[in-house]
């Protein structure tokens, strides 16, 4: 199988480790990928502002840069729902109808992916209590299952889950922007239920997430292990 790689824009700027845990997974698997250089955002920014034109410019681009390809990884799965649900109302014509119909179902957000080739070449083992954060894209997209069943694979770790009222961890993308205030309070709110639940790290199929958790523990002097699923599984070959 030979893959492209859909980095988003903010995991380029602000977390390349997550893009670079991802790579070496892959080559330990054995699989080739490829990086198309020319991509740049999705859209999803622009379509949840509102702003249709530059959404739809993006979304052209994604189309023209992401042509030819067996499979599409993304370690975002809001981009990834933005591909498949968000671009559908973006459609104006017929060509852009068609390069959609072909992408959508090669879009994958990595957790996908990586459920679809199990059983891994390797035995996963990572000691401790790891809580999996059900980002709300993640609900949306339908992936978590499959996040659940991968990481169930994984020896010696204990997976824990924040009831469904705390599901949320305030993010939002640009509703962190217009209410940072509230975005903070339910942040807060989920870190300190999260940690009470005994877990020794947390791990996440949204970045967005993650960076949003980690600057509240760092405005506060706090230290608490968080991961996207591949820095998680890069983090298992260690104990192998």
């Not at 390069?99 to 996908?112: I, T």
């Not at 999260?194 to 199929?205: D, F, H, I, K």
Request: neutral net charge; glycine residues 6%; charged residues 10%.
């Amino acid at each position: 199988m030979a893959v492209q790689l859909f980095i988003p824009c903010y995991v380029d700027q602000y977390t390349p480790q997550v893009a670079r845990a991802l790579c070496q997974l892959l080559d330990y698997l054995g699989i080739a990928w490829t990086y198309p250089a020319t991509q740049t955002c999705c859209g999803q920014f622009a379509y949840n502002a509102g702003d249709w034109t530059s959404a739809r410019r993006l979304m052209r681009h994604f189309f023209t840069v992401f042509n030819r390809t067996e499979a599409i990884i993304c370690p975002s799965a809001s981009c990834v729902l933005t591909v498949r649900c968000h671009y559908p109302s973006l459609i104006e014509t017929p060509h852009d109808a068609d390069h959609l119909q072909h992408l959508q179902p090669l879009v994958l957000e990595f957790s996908e992916w990586l459920f679809s080739i199990l059983p891994l070449p390797y035995s996963p083992n990572f000691p401790g209590k790891v809580l999996l954060h059900q980002s709300c894209a993640a609900r949306q997209l339908g992936s978590l299952p499959k996040m659940r069943h991968i990481l169930s694979t994984v020896s010696q770790l204990e997976l824990l889950e924040m009831p469904s009222s705390y599901a949320c961890c305030g993010f939002g993308g640009l509703f962190s922007v217009k209410r940072p205030d509230l975005s903070q309070a339910i942040g807060l709110n989920y870190l300190t239920a999260a940690r009470s639940t005994g877990a020794e790290a947390l791990v996440s199929p949204d970045v967005g997430c993650l960076l949003h958790l980690q600057g509240l523990l760092q405005a506060r002097g706090l230290t608490w292990p968080l991961y996207h699923l591949s820095e998680l599984l890069l983090q298992t070959l260690q104990y192998c």
